[in-house]
């Protein structure tokens, strides 16, 4: 079976760091761009990164840009959100998500269950 | 960067049909992703490429998109469908790549 399992949320201050990890598994990961989506508490759904199958090619969102950096190892089968300069606005259960190309444009077939991570003093 | 509009909220009887909103300027020329989120549970992919369904997800649910609006349809609502559900384009034109609709809760009475 096809799994995303994510890791590493929790409790930090603002303008701290933490590291979220994604474990994949029953899929070739290596062949897959992969995203992270978060959403905040009681709110929608809302894009934050993504890297390409080799991590070649990466973008973020404005609201992240310049403060998280996304990464893979493929060798690992593991998908990773470095997250610096947390904001309180940044608290949100992240999920991370396969993507496939479809007739026209990207769409997230996969999803994992989420990390929390709050940022709060 | 581009906006997907969605009716906060639709309220329908079991066996009914319930029809989903999604509105963006020209959605007619973007492949629409339907996703459905039960409480406290990841999101679900339902329809894709406008109205494409992934094994396993009912005949029930449909899509379809033209113009200003893309529509998702459950037809014979059960109890279970009781939802959020989100659409979703990739929009290589914007800054915002990505893009996820408002959300609409689906309530079944």
């Known amino acids: 079976q096809v799994h995303l399992v994510e890791s590493g949320g929790g409790v930090v201050q603002p303008g701290r760091s933490l590291r979220l990890s994604c474990a994949a598994s029953?899929?070739?990961?290596?062949?897959?761009?992969m995203h992270w989506v978060r959403q905040a508490p009681g709110k929608g759904l809302e894009w934050v990164a993504v890297?390409?199958?080799?991590?070649?090619?990466?973008n973020f969102a404005d609201s992240v840009k310049g403060r998280f950096t996304i990464s893979r190892d493929n060798s690992k089968n593991t998908l990773y959100l470095q997250m610096n300069s947390l904001r309180a606005e940044d608290t949100a259960v992240y999920y991370c998500a396969r993507a496939i190309y479809g007739a026209v444009g990207w769409h997230f077939d996969l999803w994992g269950r989420g990390t929390l991570v709050t940022v709060s003093s | 960067s581009y906006v997907l509009t969605q009716p906060p909220s639709v309220s329908v009887a079991p066996g009914q049909t319930a029809r989903i909103t999604c509105g963006g300027n020209k959605i007619g020329s973007k492949s629409v992703h339907w996703y459905q989120q039960k409480a406290g549970q990841a999101p679900v992919l339902v329809v894709y490429d406008d109205s494409d369904r992934p094994s396993g997800i009912p005949e029930r649910f449909s899509g379809s998109n033209s113009g200003n609006t893309a529509t998702l349809t459950i037809s014979r609502v059960e109890a279970g469908d009781e939802a959020d559900y989100y659409c979703q384009v990739w929009d290589s034109s914007s800054d915002l790549l990505y893009v996820f609709g408002t959300g609409t809760k689906v309530t079944v009475l």
């Open positions: 029953g899929f070739t990961f290596s062949s897959y761009a």
């Open positions: 890297t390409s199958f080799d991590g070649s090619n990466k």
